[in-house]
Nanobody
């Protein structure tokens, strides 16, 4: 009923930039939170950034000043602009959306992930 898809990952050299997109579709009334997580090689999944419906944001310390999370409510789409990328940013990036579905309850939906690889 609700589907979340990430896109925009790829291979980039250190110091470069990428923009990830997260598109939610289906019977959506509103999205209260949109968040980005990542999981690097041999590491646990970690929260990268989160944005609420009022526009307030929070970031992991490791990405502050380099990454920017945003959203387009009319398109049910979130974004993660990643600048000054470092090799340690490498991993699979996942989008999670907290969705109020039409005539349904609130729950989280996850995308399948998009690979980001930063070379030295």
């Amino acid at each position: 009923q609700v589907h979340v898809v990430e896109s925009g990952g790829g291979l980039v050299q250190a110091g470069g930039s990428l923009r990830l997109s997260c598109e939610a579709s289906g019977s959506i009334a509103s999205i209260t939170f949109m968040a980005w997580y990542r999981q690097g090689p041999g590491k646990q999944r970690e929260l990268v950034a989160i944005i609420a419906s009022d526009g307030s944001t929070n970031y992991a310390e490791a990405v502050k000043g380099r990454f920017t999370i945003s959203r387009d409510n009319a398109k049910n789409t979130g974004y993660l602009q990643m600048n000054s990328l470092k090799p340690e940013d490498t991993g699979v990036y996942y989008c999670a959306a907290t969705v109020q579905a039409i005539d349904r309850g609130i729950r989280d939906y996850w995308g399948q992930g998009t690979q980001v690889t930063v070379s030295s």
